[in-house]
């Protein structure tokens, strides 16, 4: 679920950081620059490890700020493909229901990918497993804030760096729609795309004795 990852980056410390220790100072800046961010292809930043190597500072003409190039290593989020995780359900809707980590909440199980048979309730919003017991079917809801585990079956990164201002010639054709919708499509810059669908995966709940 976890990785240390190897990086590399130039720390700017603002002149009135000089007379602290320049190692605190640099691993708070390095967590203010990383912690709980996405680097696409890598997954999500959680906290500093270790500071293997920091190079020599240097002063650049007309800035006060000190710039240093520091060799650092950093726990990533990025669960394995087919690892299984224990999360809770956030919520739901036809197309599936989306769990969450307390820490990462873009992780979303497709409908598809549910144990079946199963059922939509379009008034409580939620997917009912109905188990076959052989004798009788059973509703098993997955209620919002259970416990659920499932499989990790594919992930997916999307890049969201700025690509900067739109030309003067495409402001001018924007209209009031178009601006409302795309600030409706939010992009996830990391996703994960789980399954239950099969023994053992589901609410916790369901395989307790």
């Known amino acids: 679920m976890y990785m240390l ?10 002149p009135w950081y ?4 320049l190692l605190n100072v640099i691993e708070d800046e390095l967590n203010k620059k990383f912690a709980n961010k996405v680097i696409f292809q890598l997954g ?24 240093t190039k520091v060799l650092f290593r950093y726990v990533i989020f990025r669960p394995l493909i087919d690892e ?15 769990i969450s980590l307390s820490f990462f909440d873009d992780i979303f199980v497709p409908s598809a990918n549910l144990q079946k048979p199963f059922r939509f309730d379009e008034k ?14 059973h509703d098993l ?6 416990e659920i585990r499932f499989r990790v079956v594919s992930e997916s990164f999307i890049d969201t760096t700025p690509i900067g201002p739109p030309k003067k010639s495409d402001i001018n ?17 990391y996703m994960i795309i789980g399954s239950i669908n099969e023994p053992g995966l589901g609410l916790l709940n369901w395989w307790r004795v």
């Open 5 to 14: 990852t190897e990086m590399k980056d130039v720390v700017h410390v603002k």
């Open 18 to 21: 000089f007379e602290q220790d």
């Open 44 to 67: 999500l930043c959680v906290a500093l490890f270790d500071i293997k190597e920091i190079f020599n500072s240097t002063v650049l003409p007309g800035d006060g700020s000190s710039h």
């Open 84 to 98: 299984i995780l224990v999360g809770k359900v956030k919520s739901s809707s036809r197309e599936g229901i989306y």
């Open 124 to 137: 409580e919003q939620l997917f009912i497993w109905q188990y076959d017991t052989g004798d009788s079917v």
């Open 141 to 146: 809801y997955i209620d919002i804030g259970e």
């Open 173 to 189: 054709n924007l209209s009031i729609s178009s601006v409302v919708q795309n600030k409706d499509e939010i992009k996830c810059p």
